[in-house]
């Protein structure tokens, strides 16, 4: 589960490689099944999401846009990141040329890049849709989505250092393998430190005050309409307030989806980079374990739950995805409205208030 950082080579020539002692096979095979599971889960929710939303593709709104590309990113992860480990530990040495080791090792980190700024731009949509609505209601449709497209560049380049670190390396005599060369003992704890920071870190840190500012805004909106809520304000919005309390619950539920996914991300990935930050800053951590390496195999099931989150809160989408399993042409005879009813109906609430006031 060396993705990034857990086994460096030292470039020293005092010291030898730590590639050649035995592994424990009985945790490899169990490695073997864990991983083998999550491979098989992982590819058949998120490519059957993303093919029913590819079906739908002409009428997705924004949030169904992020979740697409959410999925395409854990299909990344499944492929890259989770089948080659997989085949890693069933030959325990890498198989092939310099060049397919560091193509693994880049895309192994792209994908955790990807799913990680895909959940922030996702968050900084929905703050952008409830905390200022009228940008919202007034961003026109363009033909790129702008904040998925700096995520897949953010995740692109910032993978670029795998690429140059890792190599195919002499770990014994005669014998090689996929290894990153690093100068100890400052040079894996930099490298392992500063991808922490800027995969789990920081991009933590934004969701929570994002998240913190939208429940403010609710808190503060459902306040108002509690507070200012008159006879003359009921008659004059009466046609009106229907709609945008039925708009609301949809606008409140994809905040509560998007809080799911945050939570679920932290918790599949906080013990993998703590462990990760553990093996490089302590020489006597228990990198060979059961537990490093059950830890470790939690950020992998993140691809597993994220459709599985997706399909919990929509309500038609689990039995469309499995009439198109089945048939092929799932029904097609759905209101998307989800998105630009949401900020229209907002702004008109908020444009209605301040016309009684």
């Known amino acids: 589960m060396a993705w990034f950082g857990v086994n460096v080579s030292n ?39 993303l093919l029913a939303l590819w079906k739908r593709r002409k009428q997705m709104s924004r949030m169904r846009v992020f979740v697409f590309h959410l999925c395409v990113a854990d299909l990344v992860v499944t492929f890259f990141q989770v089948c ?72 692109l380049v910032g993978s670029l250092p795998q690429a140059f670190i890792f190599a195919r390396v002499e770990v014994a005599p005669g014998v090689y393998d996929c290894w990153a060369e690093f100068i100890k003992p400052w040079g894996p ?13 920081l991009p933590v840190v934004t969701i929570i005050v994002c998240q913190l500012r939208i ?8 306040h108002a309409k509690t507070h200012h809520a008159g006879d003359a304000l009921s008659k004059s919005l009466s046609s009106r307030a229907s709609s945008v309390a039925g708009v609301s619950k949809a606008r409140v539920k994809t905040v509560k989806m998007t809080v ?32 490093f390496t059950i830890l470790m195999l939690l950020a992998s099931l993140n691809s597993c739950v994220n459709p599985c989150i997706y399909l919990l809160f929509s309500r038609k989408l689990p039995k469309r995805l499995v009439a198109l399993m089945c048939t092929g042409q799932p029904d097609v005879k759905e209101s998307e409205q989800e998105e630009p009813t949401t900020a229209t109906s907002l702004y008109i609430s908020l444009k209605s208030l301040s016309e009684c006031r």
């Open 11 to 49: 470039v020293s020539s005092e010291s030898a490689h730590p590639g050649d002692e035995p592994r424990d096979e009985l945790l490899a095979q169990t490695e073997i099944a864990v991983l083998s599971i999550i491979f098989v889960t992982a590819g058949i929710l998120n490519f059957g999401l």
């Open 84 to 155: 080659p480990q997989l085949m890693w530990d069933i030959t325990d040495r890498f198989v092939g040329p310099d060049i397919l080791c560091r193509a693994v090792k880049y895309l192994q980190v792209v994908g955790m890049f990807a799913s990680t700024y895909m959940i922030v731009v996702m968050t900084v949509d929905r703050y952008q849709a409830i905390c200022n609505p009228m940008v919202t209601f007034q961003r026109r449709r363009a033909r790129w989505n702008g904040p998925v497209c700096a995520a897949w560049c953010v995740s």
């Open 215 to 222: 429940c403010r805004t609710l808190h503060t909106n459902f």
């Open 189 to 201: 704890r930099a490298y392992v430190t500063w991808t922490t920071l800027v995969i789990f870190v």
């Open 260 to 291: 799911v996914i945050v939570l679920a991300y932290i918790v599949c990935w906080a013990p993998f980079f703590t462990v990760q930050l553990w093996s490089v800053w302590d020489p006597q951590a228990p990198t060979e374990t059961a537990t």
